[in-house]
């Protein structure tokens, strides 16, 4: 299947504030009452690449938070 949106964020600094907005605006664009299906695919699509990125981004953060409690805890 052909990637209709290439995660490009990673050419960049990742941004979870920017991520988190356009996933809502994904959302936001969902609930038009009406909708173009080939459009629909591309951002339902773009909203699971963002999503995963987010995911990875929190679990990440929460590695990190451990790793500083642990490291405080010890002293």
Sequence with gaps: M???YQYNMT???FNFGEAYKEIEE???WFQK???DLDEAIKKYERGLVLIA???ERLK???NKLKEIQTQYAEE
Excluded: A, H, L, Q
């Design 26 to 28: 994904i959302g936001e």
């Design 11 to 13: 050419e960049k600094k």
């Design 33 to 35: 009452e009406s909708i």
């Design 60 to 62: 990440e953060t929460e």
């Design 53 to 55: 990125k987010c995911k």
């Design 2 to 4: 052909r990637r209709y």
